[in-house]
């Protein structure tokens, strides 16, 4: 979601008097670029009439609110600011790994079966590989993983050794100095963090027709690449939580957006996203309804996470399951289940308005 500099905003006085939310700009052009627009009126002094005004993509009418945020939301001014660690005593969230190989060290199906019918004793260094549309889309790679190996347990399988030769030979041609300096160990992914545990998977880009940015609990054996976010040491508790429809309100205001689709990032949403205060009973309860999610998905085991979050053809099962995690949650943070979107969002802005108090002290 586009939003106004906060900053600016203080120093100048500036007020949002109305707003037109993001929609695609249409035109007459023959290649038509995809345009995404967001109008603001905004002034430096307050006017008589106070009233300001809101333009949503689904109605024509505007619709009149007290404050306009800089994130086009009817709520006080606050600002979502960069945060390195999360705000709640929740575990951490990182990037996956980060290849810059070339490509070579990454291996479609085809290419890891012939390689492992050539050279069967390679098998303990093939992983699954996933980046973010990988997950989605049920799309299987796999790479070369020599975290930890030596040398000598792969040094006469040749097309390996290739493979590591030419992602030398990428590194030091590349303009950037750290990356040329990681030639020097070409059989090890540029940036890599290995999950020693099951692991929460996020994909960084996530179409915003969804209702829920699709979630994965992955076993520790799939490499993540660094188009998905992780959780290493996340729980179902956890899972619940990030696939409720109080986490996917605050994606959908905090995010960043790539045209409009929404960027997750662990440093704005992650890290700043206040967590519910929870006894054992709702732990156990939302844990169980997290479940219920997974154990709906398998009910599909030939369906792409695409298709199943798809809104037209998400299935009942799939449906229920995250209707039943979305009560449990809501009431978790002592909400009701009829709970709106803005009530959501004024909710939680509430929350990290009390938790980061602190932070000007």
Known sequence: ????????????????????????????????????????????????????????????????????????????????????????????????????????????????????????????FIHRFSMGSDMINNNYRYCIWLVGVSPNE??????????????????????????????????????????????????????????????????????????????????KYSFGVLESVVHMTWVRVVAGRLETRYRYSSKIVYNNFPWPNVDEKQWNKITKTAQGILDARNLYPDSSLADLYDPLTMPIELRKAHEANDKAVLQAYGLKPSATEAEIVQHLFKMYEKLTAKDDK
């Open 1 to 124: 979601m586009f939003n106004l500099n906060f900053t600016i905003c203080q120093k100048y006085g500036i007020i949002i008097n109305f707003a037109y939310r993001s929609f695609v700009w249409d035109n007459e052009a023959a290649n038509k670029a995809h345009v995404h627009v967001v109008v603001i009126g905004f002034s430096i002094k307050e006017f008589k009439d106070k009233n300001r005004f809101i333009f949503y993509n689904d109605n024509d009418k505007p619709v009149m609110v007290n404050n306009i945020s800089p994130y086009i939301i009817d709520s006080p001014d606050i600002f979502i600011d960069v945060r390195k660690k999360p705000i709640c005593h929740v575990p951490g969230m990182k990037a996956g790994n980060k290849p810059t190989d070339g490509g070579y060290l990454i291996l479609s199906l085809e290419e890891k079966d012939k390689l492992l019918k050539d050279y069967p004793k390679a098998q303990k």
């Open 154 to 235: 792969y040094r006469d399988i040749k097309p390996i050794v290739e493979r590591i030769e030419n992602v030398h030979q990428y590194r030091l041609k590349s303009k950037s100095a750290a990356t040329r300096k990681k030639a020097l160990r070409p059989m090890l992914f540029d940036e890599h963090n290995t999950p020693t545990d099951d692991y929460i998977a996020v994909p960084q880009t996530s179409s915003e027709s969804r209702n829920y940015v699709p979630m994965a609990y992955f076993d520790k054996s799939v490499i993540p690449g660094d188009a998905l976010r992780i959780v290493p040491k996340g729980n």
